[in-house]
């Protein structure tokens, strides 16, 4: 599946708590910045489940880590890496989420 199919279904971006639904009917009432701030949810998203592998394996010291409180923390911290990641240029997935949902805007 390419990347216009998939946001023409639906794409779910995470800004902070709320995720943001975009989809071909509020695409085109999107203004240029919320573009850009959803393209870049979805890259924080993807980067985010991408650390959250990376630091699966990573286990806890035993004195003093562990517990629910870790993973917690960990969450958090990862989602924070990973809104960071994308912010900072990222692995360039949002400029191709942009350029889709511009794309839809057009089409409507």
Do not use: C, W
Request: glycine share 10%; aromatic share 8%; no cysteine.
């Amino acid at each position: 599946m390419d990347i216009s199919a998939s946001l023409t279904k639906a794409q779910f971006a995470t800004s902070g708590h709320k995720p943001t639904l975009v989809t071909d009917a509020n695409a085109k009432q999107m203004n240029q910045a919320q573009v850009r701030k959803a393209a870049e949810d979805v890259e924080a998203f993807f980067i985010s489940m991408v650390y959250e592998t990376m630091f699966s394996g990573i286990k806890a010291d035993g004195l003093f880590g562990g517990g629910q409180g870790e993973k917690i923390f960990r969450s958090m911290m990862i989602q924070e890496y990973g809104k960071a990641t994308a912010k900072a240029g990222g692995f360039g997935i949002a400029n191709s989420v942009q350029r889709e949902i511009l794309q839809l805007q057009e089409i409507q």
